[in-house]
């Protein structure tokens, strides 16, 4: 028997075993009960029962094992330890605990259907039998040993090993004492032999960076936005209004007299959230604000998909934000990137010494443009823990949608790499089967579990049938990005007008297609950055005319089918490109032509909130009309919007040229008078104050296909809105 434990001792100090509860706490010898303590390094430990003195355990051999046989079955106790190198711990035997996980949660965890896996994975504060601590459990399946580490046990993994959970590929402890703020790793011993210590991934709190352990978070924040939740299953975007705030929340606005630090969670609550109802906008879309290392990755580079990044406060902070933005009626989307990882040691990488959470052949695993591992979508245990994360969001955090990541490098097996760089399916096909049965579930679940949430994809090619049902072959989004829309739309403004007529279908092509799919039309961080220089930065002419083109490109979009979404900054008329590393021009809206432009926007917003033709019917062609399509030599166009039923049209016409259109005839979806709601060309925002005075009457007979007509004038650079009156 002494050899025996002699060898389990081995095994604890190689970090090798299994399940040291089998040999740790106390236990039957067949001879009366014995109570043994793993401790390498101390000095002297007691054993300690909770009613009764204490009395010393001997040491089985110099590896750490100590042990000391008890006459009766004892009760409570806690272990006291005197390390060699001084100091006296009294605390509670980490090893007299049943597991935490049930059978149903094993067999949930093992077949990759586990909705709440945060809530039985990671580190989870609990009461066990009346003693409070942290139960820790983490998916390791080819580990030979698991134990936590942490600065509970000053870093050393030999203290607290870990049990293994049988076929699960779970391994768990519940450590007395340990509470809220602890950090921790687990230190894993993999299959060669080598020992790595790994974030959790399923933390719900890291620290700072470049610090890179977890730390254990249990919420205490109490949600005041119960009338906002209870609304969401019963919303329906694709008949209401949809602006899209896009925002980098460490770089939306800093603290220059703080050494310009970015706000924090809280405050961002009460800045950002005023700021976005004065603005008019919707929803804000926060850029991932999942926990990343690489401030450069702007958090697409993701390492915790659980935890809310520690750079602006705690995890309950940015509940705080949530809360408030719902409070004033914006609805929140979160940018999410379950495509790939980064390569870190410290994170998912290989995380059990084996090719883990990503594919084992890079030909499939590594991607080309990012460097970093792109997730195995095909393996049930992946799946899970990706689309219990994206539930996560929408559950814990109240967020109202995901914007997934990179969607077309998941569809495609040869997305960005050449011949011989990638591995056909097993057909020959370039699909990836595994991301869009992946996609497909992540729809299917998320739709179901939490009603009334949104799921956008920037997907940027023809792939088809995106925001198709799964049930009729799609892949089930709410919403897709039209990059087809904003590279045509840019490359058609940063063109002098002179040359514009030339590319006129620039400007009318995206009506081909515009109900193939339900789109947003973005104007997103990703076209003010790498060189591209900011969106007024891209428009051409002299100084009135680059901010004429971009007030004309804004009405154009707001008035166009599809929902709407612009990056911060862009309602400023920001001069230059976007740095992660700096704060917004706030400064240009002293300016009265930057100010204009951000009056315009708020505007722009308001009135399309407030036109049903604008928003009802963005998907289908009957909510759109051509009005003028083919004036190419004066590029103008125009376009008639309708709502569900009986309401009011609305009326583009935008002259896309430095020359004022007198006396343009437009056909009209009703006689009498028609109001201008928006002219970009007044004064209050820059413009030269040329238009109608403000109404337009329609007593000309039919034209372009509509029963009447009037004479209007168009200004310059400038997209006019008319509405009826009646």
């Not at 093992?110 to 809530?119: F, K």
């Not at 139960?135 to 580990?143: E, H, I, Q, R």
């Not at 919707?282 to 809310?308: C, I, K, N, R």
């Not at 994360?389 to 569809?411: I, K, N, P, T």
Request: charged fraction near 25%; proline fraction near 6%.
């Amino acid at each position: 028997m002494r050899r025996k434990v002699r060898e389990e001792a081995r095994l604890l100090a190689e970090r090798l075993h299994a399940d040291p509860h089998r040999v740790l706490g106390i236990h039957d010898d067949g001879g009366g009960w014995v109570a043994r303590a793993w401790r390498p390094g101390a000095a002297a430990v007691r054993w300690v029962p909770e009613h009764g003195a204490a009395v010393p355990m001997d040491r089985v051999d110099d590896l750490g094992l100590f042990a000391v046989t008890l006459p009766d079955r004892p009760g409570r106790y806690l272990v006291e330890t005197t390390w060699s190198g001084g100091g006296l711990e009294l605390e509670r035997d980490a090893y007299a605990f049943l597991p935490t996980l049930g059978e149903l949660d094993l067999y949930l965890v093992g077949e990759g259907s586990h909705r709440q896996l945060w809530e039985r994975l990671g580190a989870r504060r609990l009461t066990v039998d009346g003693v409070a601590g942290t139960a820790f459990a983490v998916w390791a399946p080819n580990a030979r040993g698991v134990s936590v580490v942490g600065d509970f046990n000053h870093w050393d993994g030999r203290r607290h090993p870990m049990r293994s959970l049988g076929a699960s590929g779970v391994w768990e402890i519940f450590l007395p004492g340990v509470g809220a703020g602890a950090a921790y790793k687990f230190e894993i011993r993999a299959q060669d032999g080598s020992l790595h210590q790994k974030a959790d991934p399923m933390a719900q709190w890291a620290e700072v960076r470049p610090r890179t352990a977890s730390r254990v978070f249990s919420s205490r924040h109490r949600w005041a936005d119960r009338e906002w939740m209870a609304a969401r299953p019963a919303r329906r975007p694709h008949r209401e209004p949809v602006a899209i705030y896009e925002v980098h929340l460490p770089s939306w606005r800093r603290r220059p007299e703080e050494g310009h630090r970015p706000l924090t969670y809280r405050e961002l609550a009460d800045e950002l959230g005023d700021y976005v109802v004065d603005m008019g906008f919707t929803h804000v879309e926060l850029m991932p604000v999942t926990e990343h290392p690489f401030d450069g990755s702007w958090g697409y580079q993701t390492t915790g998909y659980y935890a809310a990044t520690s750079r602006m406060g705690e995890p309950d902070d940015l509940r705080a934000l949530v809360d408030a933005l719902h409070r004033r009626g914006v609805g929140v989307i979160l940018d999410w990137a379950p495509a790939h990882f980064p390569r870190d040691d410290w994170a998912l990488a290989r995380f059990d010494g084996t090719p883990l959470y990503e594919h084992a052949d890079p030909l499939r695993g590594e991607h080309p443009d990012w460097g970093t591992l792109v997730f195995n979508h095909g393996r049930t245990e992946v799946r899970n823990f990706l689309v219990a994360s994206g539930l996560f969001w929408l559950r814990e955090f109240h967020v109202d949608g995901l914007r997934v990541d990179a969607v077309a490098s998941m569809l495609y097996r040869d997305y960005s790499r050449k011949e011989g760089e990638w591995v056909p399916g097993p057909h020959g096909e370039r699909e990836d089967r595994d991301a869009i049965g992946f996609l497909q579930q992540l729809n299917v679940i998320a739709h179901a579990e939490e009603p009334g949430a949104l799921v956008a994809a920037e997907e940027s090619t023809a792939w088809p049938g995106v925001t198709r049902m799964v049930k009729d072959g799609g892949l089930g989004f709410d919403l897709k990005w039209n990059m087809g829309w904003m590279h045509d739309t840019l490359r058609y403004f940063a063109r002098d007008p002179v040359h514009r007529s030339h590319h006129h279908d620039d400007i009318t092509f995206g009506l081909l297609y515009a109900f193939s799919e339900q789109f947003v039309l973005p104007l997103s961080h990703d076209e003010v950055v790498h060189g591209k220089g900011s969106l007024l930065g891209r428009m051409p002419g002299d100084r009135w005319q680059r901010f004429a083109n971009l007030r004309a490109l804004y009405g154009h979009m707001w008035a166009h089918p599809g929902k709407k979404l612009l990056f911060m900054g862009a309602e400023l008329a920001q001069e230059g490109e976007w740095s992660h590393e700096h704060s917004l021009d706030w400064h240009l809206l002293a300016d009265g032509m930057h100010a204009g432009v951000q009056a315009l926007v708020r505007d722009l917003n308001r009135a399309y909130r407030a036109e049903p033709a604008l928003h009802e019917v963005d998907f289908r062609p009957e909510g759109f009309a051509w009005l003028v399509a083919d004036d190419a030599a004066n590029n103008v166009v125009a376009y008639a919007r309708f709502p569900e039923g009986e309401g009011r049209p609305v009326v583009c016409v935008a002259n896309l040229s430095p020359v004022p259109r007198e006396g343009y005839r437009l056909g009209l979806p009703a006689g009498g008078r028609w109001r201008e709601l928006v002219n970009t060309d007044a004064t209050v925002y820059g413009g030269s104050g040329m238009g109608n005075a403000g109404v337009v009457v329609a007593d000309g007979g039919p034209l372009h296909g509509q029963p009447a007509s009037a004479a209007l004038v168009v200004p310059p650079l400038a997209a006019v809105w008319l509405a009826p009156e009646a």
